[in-house]
């Protein structure tokens, strides 16, 4: 492997025009085919098959033609002033003149007047309406949601205080761009403080850049042909910046040390791809084992996103690895420190081997190994205590600020009608074989409507074949609530009995129930993701690094930091501790995709450090150090980029909690929590700390598995023969400077 991709550093150094010119084509080609793409549409694929709500929702769609299942919808909720009663004569007319306008708009399905459909408070203060629509939030113009805005100030220029729940005319995310320009300008000023060269630090930017580019422009035209979009993308925009960056950030740092120890630029340019190259290699491929591992969960989104964002690893490891030599071939010297340009090589090699910070604190975990360790289990252990009290959901207007009119809505229902009426649960009845439906449905309304927690029932609605009815029944507790959650679990257990009874069957949905059943799918699917992804990994760290126990320490490590930041997510954004400092407006459960996700990505982001530091102990150890000298070595060398490769994703990441949007503030902040205490509690303090325990021990693989797993030299143990002084670029076989020698 170090000798194949030496090679390819050296061809990429030497035919550089070349292969600039062919990135650039390819950039060029997937461009203009995601421009003269079609836009993808909605293939119609269910959101979480196998689930209740999602066949409920299926149902829904193939029952009542005509009408989306999944239709956008508003709730209009009208408060008279204190004092008076929404059912008074001016307020009443005000109310029913919203009503007829609404319901006149071509895109609308239909729409109810609150006093006919009983959705008046007991005070007579409170009303609702609903608009539903005949297609999605998505797919509503301009047109449509100006129409409804102009009946809505109408009917507040009455007096009354009118609100707006629902999706109809919420705002739709934004598209990307501004955390990754956010993003981009805190990295290059990471990398210009790391390397000390406008030229070193714009580099990995340039093809990191250019990577992603290229990725995106990749799904934007097999977007139609696989359903991808924008929103699958955003996955790989993500992590094609954070791989993209990094891996560029490897090869140029090894590049610049081969360089300083006095290997002419093409040489070093081969052994920067051979060794650091090595390294990118299965770094990229333990995030490809994590994301392309999210097709376990059974969630068709997120098996494109996970897909996609793999593809995107696969183009920044082929960036690294030819576009990276290839730039530094047409300016082979811009990219070193002005010391190493204005004293020379020697003076490089002299500096490679002298103590730094990162030789220094791995001495001092060295002496100190149990006291570190112990230090870091029982912090992430106690860090990670609240994550075996999380609880999932799909945050709603009750998570929105207070200035939004969504959040406005919500506590305006629940102060008039109860929590309850935030939730409502759809009740689908399919009549197909009662012999009575009217009276199968009855039925089945009176029973679910009896049943405790249960306000009320609406009256059943009939698709044209009268062979399926839908009715919400309203509960006592709000969505995310566990009554709410038993009571889905109470009328569902109810079925067997009620089938029997009337001949029918039913299901229940609606966003509180889908909301429910997925958080339930995804908690369940939690563990044998992190079983099928850890193993892989552990698998492949064992042929790189050739040792037992490494690869069980690495998974160790990894299982730690994730934990210790679900821990932090749920004591912040489930309890509320420091909530206000984040301006986190109300607490509650966690979003249901965020610990799969976060798993995912910092599984990737971890095991990258991982690969990136312990390869250099490796190669230190193979070439002849001991073992303590080993992990000195590996600091020295790898330390400092580990951190600004870290620092670097903990600013991307950090940017997106000042986000106004709940779902995206939490996502940020685990992540950041994530990498903070994998990189510098793991990576940095554990690993060297477990390490110094081990000793030799530490690279054991017995004889048998030594001889059967296959040899990779991902530590570049070819690659060892000292150059000839003052020798220049040539095209024999590696002509490495051996770490004892330096």
């Known amino acids: ?91 009443r007319a005000a109310v029913d003149a919203f009503v007829a306008k609404a319901a006149d708009e071509p895109e609308v399905a239909g729409a109810v007047s609150p006093f006919t459909a009983g959705a008046v408070s007991e005070d007579g203060s409170t009303a609702y309406a609903t608009v539903n629509f005949k297609v999605k939030a998505a797919d509503l113009t301009d047109a449509d949601k100006a129409a409804l805005e102009q009946a809505i100030d109408e009917a507040r220029d009455s007096g009354l205080t009118v609100e707006v729940g629902g999706d109809a005319l919420a705002e739709q995310p934004a598209a990307g761009g501004s ?7 805190l990295a290059a000023v990471v990398l210009l403080i790391t390397f ?44 094609g910046l954070a791989v993209g960056i990094d891996y560029a950030l490897f090869v140029v740092s090894r590049y610049r040390e081969e360089r300083a120890g006095g290997h002419a630029p093409r040489e070093a340019a081969g052994l920067a791809v051979g060794t650091a190259g090595s390294a990118v290699v299965f770094a990229g491929l333990t995030v490809v084992i994590a994301l392309a591992g999210l097709a376990v969960v059974g969630v068709p989104m997120l098996t494109k996103m996970g897909l996609c964002a793999a593809g995107a690893v696969v183009v920044a490891v082929l960036v690294a690895l030819t576009l990276v030599p290839a730039l530094l071939g047409m300016w082979p010297d811009a990219v070193l420190s002005r010391g190493t340009r204005r004293r020379g090589p020697a003076a490089g090699r002299s500096a490679g081997s002298a103590d730094n910070g990162g030789s220094r604190w791995a001495r001092f975990v060295l002496r100190h190994p149990v006291a570190v360790l112990v230090s870091c289990v029982a912090g992430l252990g106690i860090l990670a205590l609240p994550a075996t009290q999380l609880e999932m959901g799909m945050p709603g207007a009750e998570s929105k600020p207070v200035s939004s009119t969504e959040r406005r809505a919500y506590d305006a229902l629940a102060d008039g009608f109860g929590a309850g009426f935030n939730g409502p649960l759809t009740i689908v009845v399919d009549a197909k074989d009662a012999a009575e439906p009217e009276a199968a449905v009855t039925g089945i309304a009176q029973e679910i409507g009896a049943t405790r927690g249960v306000v009320s029932v609406s009256p059943a609605r009939f698709n044209p074949a009268g062979d399926t009815a839908l009715f919400s029944a309203v509960p006592t507790a709000g969505p995310n609530t566990e009554d709410t959650k038993d009571l889905v679990k109470t009328i569902r257990a109810e079925r067997a009995g009620l089938e029997r009874a009337t001949g029918a069957t039913f299901e229940v949905t609606g966003s509180t129930a889908m909301n429910i059943d997925v958080a339930q799918a995804l908690q369940g699917a939690l563990v044998p993701y992190l079983t099928v992804i850890v193993a892989l990994a552990l698998l492949l760290l064992l042929v790189v690094f050739r040792s037992v126990l490494v690869p069980v320490k690495a998974a160790f490590g ?35 995709l965020m610990p799969i996700f976060l798993v995912g990505i910092v599984f990737g982001l971890a095991m990258d450090y991982e690969v990136f530091l312990v390869a250099r102990m490796r190669e230190a150890y193979v070439h002849g150090d001991r073992a303590p000298q080993a992990v000195v070595s590996g600091f020295r060398h790898s330390a400092r980029v580990v951190v600004a490769a870290a620092v670097i994703m903990i600013a991307v990441f950090s940017g997106f909690i000042a986000s106004g949007e709940s779902m995206i503030k939490t996502i940020g902040f685990g992540l950041a929590v994530a990498v903070l205490f994998d990189a510098f509690v793991v990576r940095l303090a554990l690993v060297p700390a477990v390490l110094a325990l ?49």
Do not use: C
């Open 1 to 91: 492997m170090a000798t194949f991709l030496y090679r390819t550093g050296r061809t990429a150094f030497r035919r550089r025009r070349l292969v600039t010119l062919l990135w650039a084509v390819v950039l060029g080609a997937v461009g203009l085919g995601a421009a003269k793409a079609p836009a993808a549409s909605d293939d119609g694929t269910s959101f979480m098959p196998g689930i209740e709500a999602q066949k409920a929702f299926d149902l829904i769609g193939e029952r009542f033609p005509g009408t989306d299942a999944d239709g956008a919808s508003a709730r209009i909720v009208f408060v008279a002033p204190d004092g008076a009663k929404v059912t008074a004569s001016g307020n």
């Open 179 to 185: 955390a990754e320009a956010v993003g981009i300008a």
């Open 196 to 239: 000390g060269s406008l030229a070193a630090a714009g580099l990995p930017l340039l093809t990191a850049v250019v990577g992603v580019g290229v990725s995106m422009a990749a799904i934007l035209a097999l977007g139609s042909v696989f359903g991808l979009s924008l929103t699958t993308g955003t996955l790989a925009t993500m992590l």
């Open 558 to 592: 990894f299982l730690l930091s994730v934990l210790a930041a679900l821990g932090a997510v749920v004591a912040v954004f489930q309890w509320g501790w420091g909530a206000d400092l984040l301006g986190v407006e109300q607490p509650g459960p966690i979003m249901s």
């Open 694 to 742: 081990l000793g030799d021990k530490a690279w054991w693989l017995p004889r048998r598995l030594d001889r059967l797993l296959p040899r990779v030299d991902v530590e570049g143990a070819q690659l060892t023969t000292p150059p000839a002084p003052g020798a220049g670029p040539t095209d024999s076989e590696p002509t490495r400077q051996s770490p004892a020698a330096v």
